[in-house]
């Protein structure tokens, strides 16, 4: 009897595996990025990525850094941020990514984004879905973290601002560990009596406001919570004001701190689609400048930051405290921005503007050499998904003279195209193989291929 057990844990192995490879083949057939399995079709990205290590390396020593990378429609822009995001994801950095649109994730509201790339949160060692909550686990009983954000002392946060006291994150650390817990300053509080209602009550008043998310006044959430337990600390207000950049890249950088003092190497933000900017109005594109250098000094930090615009330029929004509060919390960032951007005259001047000149880089094209590698390891891929598939090496040999063809006569010219167009050979090849040589014909005819 326990002998099959090995063979049944073995049998669901091969199953998921023959799952997931079919998974990622339609996606290759749609032309879109797989969630998973990027190497089964990444070529030529050595230099992008070698710069990402050197950029996850200036992180790791707690110095930060920002990246902007430019290229042309299908060149695989979204494919190589979600690689950055695997590749850090595996160096034991938290990661999140926000796609930009002229609507629910304009770049000229910064909440919009905040909250975004919140909800897109992963973590190198939990579920994805869980947004900030894994990360306040692993702070809540963290010595590191209490002392740098002054969670254990019984003073207003904005009094211990200049010694590291976070004007959002403090005292939402304190309501955590009073409701999660049920300690207050290392002595037992009435959140004992709390039942797991109330307890998860308040825990969720208390993540919707600190992710973003729509809801009921910071007064009101302050209340809720205070009749809970005692109060921990005001909670401030999370607007979705286009001026606040500067507030939102604030809290960024604390999170990222909070990610470093909590274990992991630190947060990697990850900016797609950033050319919606020309899309928007002329004062909602100076609006979503201000975010990309809100973004760009939250990750670089300091007053000797090398960025290539003034501290004067975020200093816009909010009232009272808020308007003294720097764009990047700490002496170290811990936060990686990596902007990606299809160039346009306008939309180059915004990442020029808020990037370091060294810091942006143009995707190199891919060479005949890089397609050839990409049809034999998209054929490979197709060969694992489908093992009763009849993939010899004279079909190889004409696939690799056809995709030659398609990309001299201009019919395929990003990597997209090619990855999709193999895969529809192959189908072609698998499912319908008595019209290959018309189609071959064909396409040599139309093409030169």
């Known amino acids: 009897m326990n002998s099959a057990v090995p063979d049944l844990k073995t049998n669901l192995s091969d199953e998921v595996a023959s799952h997931s490879a079919l998974l990622t083949l339609e996606?290759?057939?749609?032309?879109?990025?797989?969630?998973?399995?990027?190497?089964?079709?990444?070529?030529?990205?050595?230099?992008?990525?070698?710069?990402?290590?050197?950029?996850?390396?200036?992180?790791?020593?707690g110095r930060g850094a920002v990246r902007a990378f430019l290229g042309d429609y299908g060149t695989g822009k979204t494919h190589l941020l979600e690689l950055i995001r695997q590749f850090a994801g595996a160096r034991?950095?938290?990661?999140?990514?926000?796609?930009?649109?002229?609507?629910?994730?304009?770049?000229?509201?910064?909440?919009?984004?905040?909250?975004?790339?919140?909800?897109?949160?992963?973590?190198?060692?939990?579920?994805?879905?869980?947004?900030?909550?894994?990360?306040?686990?692993?702070?809540?009983?963290?010595?590191?973290?209490?002392?740098?954000?002054?969670?254990?002392?019984?003073?207003?946060?904005?009094?211990?601002?200049?010694?590291?006291?976070?004007?959002?994150?403090?005292?939402?650390?304190?309501?955590?560990?009073?409701?999660?817990?049920?300690?207050?300053?290392?002595?037992?509080?009435?959140?004992?009596?709390?039942?797991?209602?109330?307890?998860?009550?308040g825990l969720v008043l208390l993540f919707n406001w600190l992710e973003g998310h729509p809801t009921i006044s910071n007064q009101e959430i302050d209340d809720m919570l205070r009749r809970l337990v005692r109060r921990q600390g005001r909670i401030f207000s999370m607007m979705d004001y286009r001026p606040w950049a500067r507030i939102y890249g604030y809290i960024l950088s604390g999170l990222a701190s909070l990610t470093r003092l909590a274990g992991y190497r630190g947060l990697v933000v990850l900016i797609d689609e950033a050319e919606f900017y020309s899309l928007l109005s002329s004062q909602n594109r100076q609006f979503a400048q201000t975010v990309f250098k809100a973004f760009s000094w939250a990750s670089m930090g300091g007053e000797e930051t090398p960025v290539p615009f003034s501290r004067d330029d975020l200093d816009l929004g909010g009232m009272g405290i808020l308007q003294d509060l720097p764009p990047h919390y700490g002496e170290q960032s811990g936060l990686y921005t990596v902007f990606a951007m299809t160039p346009n005259s306008e939309g180059r001047q915004v990442l020029e503007s808020a990037v370091p000149e060294g810091q942006i880089a143009e995707l190199s094209r891919l060479e005949r050499a890089d397609y050839r590698q990409l049809a034999a390891r998209v054929t490979s891929h197709y060969r694992n998904a489908r093992p009763d598939a009849e993939l010899n090496e004279k079909l190889e040999a004409a696939l690799e003279k056809l995709v030659a063809g398609l990309l001299r006569s201009g019919y395929v010219e990003n990597p997209r195209q090619a990855m999709k167009f193999v895969v529809e050979f192959l189908d072609l090849a698998t499912f319908q193989r008595e019209q290959m040589s018309d189609v071959v014909g064909q396409l040599r005819q139309l093409y030169g291929a």
């Open 27 to 61: 996606a290759m057939r749609l032309g879109v990025v797989p969630d998973h399995q990027l190497d089964a079709y990444t070529v030529g990205r050595t230099r992008e990525l070698e710069l990402v290590q050197n950029d996850l390396d200036a992180v790791d020593d």
């Open 92 to 201: 034991g950095f938290v990661t999140a990514r926000v796609v930009l649109n002229p609507e629910e994730t304009a770049p000229s509201h910064p909440k919009r984004v905040y909250r975004q790339l919140v909800r897109s949160l992963e973590y190198p060692d939990v579920p994805q879905g869980r947004r900030l909550r894994p990360l306040f686990e692993k702070a809540a009983d963290n010595e590191a973290v209490l002392q740098q954000f002054h969670v254990d002392r019984r003073v207003k946060a904005r009094e211990v601002l200049d010694e590291g006291a976070h004007l959002y994150l403090t005292p939402a650390l304190r309501y955590f560990r009073t409701l999660e817990l049920g300690e207050d300053n290392g002595r037992s509080h009435n959140a004992d009596a709390l039942t797991e209602e109330e307890r998860e009550e």
